[in-house]
């Protein structure tokens, strides 16, 4: 039988259920992207807060492009099922929050819209993964990106499209201001998104824009925990441990980490009871998991694929990539931080690389390295400033942003990345001899990120020479 809210029963006895009556709550969140990430991580806490006491957050997931997901979630009634693997005997729980996953594109201003106006939703949150914010390189919103639904009256499609229509209804009504709370890795993701937002309705409707910068808030939040994509023996081995086919099951790490700038324009669920930390401040904890985890993450991807590995604990126990990774994070991104007496560099380069070597919990490089054109300004490029301001040098940063490049050049593997076509081109155009300025000289792709003085070139080009030759 296949997992549903009428075959609960059916459960074996260690799986653990949801703690409230689920047919009793509304929904008080909207959640655009939701992937097994947010399955894995957001999803869980509020899960946590209803169980102990909160009501009415209930999840109405959006799905902006696909319908696989509302595919595997609709027959289980959104129910579904996350499994923790570590170094002891795995834990499963059934998550019971999200309510409805609405397909965008099949009816977005009936359902979607709808549901951004409903008076019970307070929060809007985001797993859309960076190139979901249409940004330039330089971090700017890409209108051309979005000319299709700028017309009056135009069905929405993006974030930005959806976010106005439901936020005019809202004003329209008198209903009060959302909470927009982007969980993606992007530096002060909230004021990024407060940013973007701002310029589409700038564009759109000025006096909506006026009334959001009165009546939302963005706050910045750090999100941490890994997940890798299950694959159809996870789902069997699910099935043996539960009793039922779960077709929206999770598999994760143990670790779990939330950290949440305290500003919201209205009421939120304790997402604290799950271990969530409210802070006034996240920057220092987003810039050390964004350089640090994800920084590394991202080098083992471009590295390990070039040496021929496919998971993540394959990669870090290469005993010519291990060296490099430690260096990156605790020498490099750990660095470029500076002093804060909260953050012990050792502590969490020696957590991380723990998790990274997790054999229960198989990694695919190949999902790791999708979409890095907008992952590698703020992991690698952010840093690379930093540290070279200050003099300091930074090899294996270089190395890994080598293997990148090489990567995109497209000739090893298909690339997974929405600048794919401009990269290829550009490799097309500039050559082995020219790419590194294409990319990186004061004229290049990414210079307004970071731009290689001469010493820094002639060090990336050699590892561009000797990787290719490799």
Known sequence: MRLSQETIAALNADVERPGYDRAAQACGIVHFGIGAFHRAHQAV???????????????????????????????????????????????????????????????????????????????VSFTVTEKGYCRTPAGQLDLSLLEPELVKGATPSSIYGFLAAGLARRRAAGIAGLTLVSCDNLAENGTVLSGLLNAYLDRVDPGLAAWFRRECACPSTMVDRIVPAVTDADRQQIADTIGLEDAAAVITEPFRQWVIEDRFAGPRPRWEVGGAQLVSDVRQHEAAKLRMLNGAHSALAYLGLAQGHDFVHQAIADPTLRPLIERLMRDEAGVSLGSDPGLDIDAYSAQLLARFANPALPHRLAQIAIDGS?????????????????????????????????????????????????????????????????????????????TVNDQSRALLQTEVDQIASA
């Not at 290049?444 to 970071?450: E, H, N, P, V, Y």
Request: aromatic share 6%; with cysteine.
């Open 374 to 450: 907008q992952k590698i300004p703020q992991r690698w490029l952010e840093p690379l400033a930093i540290n070279l301001a200050a003099g300091r040098a930074c090899p294996a940063t270089l190395k890994a942003l080598a293997a990148w490049m090489l990567h995109v050049r497209g000739d090893a593997r298909p690339v997974d990345d929405p600048m794919a076509a401009q990269l290829a081109a550009l490799w097309q155009s500039a050559g082995t001899d020219g790419i590194v300025t294409a990319l990186f000289g004061e004229q290049g792709l990414f210079a307004d990120r970071w």
């Open 45 to 123: 806490y509020t899960d946590d807060a209803m169980a102990a006491g909160d009501r009415d957050w209930g999840i109405t997931g959006v799905s902006l492009r696909s319908g696989d997901v509302a595919e595997q979630m609709e027959p289980q009634d959104g129910l579904f099922t996350v499994s923790e693997r570590g170094s002891g005997s795995p834990h499963t729980r059934l998550i019971g929050t999200v309510q409805r996953v609405i397909v965008a594109p099949r009816d977005p201003a009936l359902h979607v819209v709808a549901a951004l106006a409903s008076s019970s939703t307070h929060i």
